[in-house]
């Protein structure tokens, strides 16, 4: 079962909010749309490409909206449930990779504190 149980409402909502919150602080929302119209723009990678990127960091970031967005345009750009899975393989890869690496960073705060901070 999902965390989100109406992905459609949720995505209203989020469109909703939006629409108020550009009210608010137009030129950061409009600056927010050109870059993601950059984003967008096809040169070298397709469509399909771009959506799995765009699942995958969404899911390192945590950001259900993106999610949400994302999702439908990878399945319009033709992407498979198995593509997007692999992408997301790529993304739990990663994932376990940034934590080893700031576990490595614990480890040397931890020297450095055991020798009083003089290294």
């Known amino acids: 079962m999902s965390a989100i149980e109406d992905w459609d409402a949720y995505g209203e909502a989020l469109t909703a909010r939006g629409k108020e919150f550009a009210g608010l602080v137009p030129e950061v929302v ?41 999702a439908r345009k990878a399945m319009a750009a033709g992407a498979s449930k198995e593509e997007v899975a692999e992408a997301l393989g790529v993304a ?4 376990a990779g940034a934590a080893l690496t700031y576990s490595l960073h614990v480890l040397d705060a931890m020297e450095r504190s055991d020798s009083g901070g003089t290294q």
């Open 92 to 95: 739990i890869a990663l994932n």
């Open 30 to 70: 409009k600056g927010f749309s050109a870059l993601s119209r950059g984003a967008s723009s096809a040169k070298h990678l397709d469509a399909k490409t771009r959506e799995m990127i765009a699942l995958a960091v969404a899911v390192t970031t945590r950001c259900q909206g993106c999610i949400e967005v994302h």
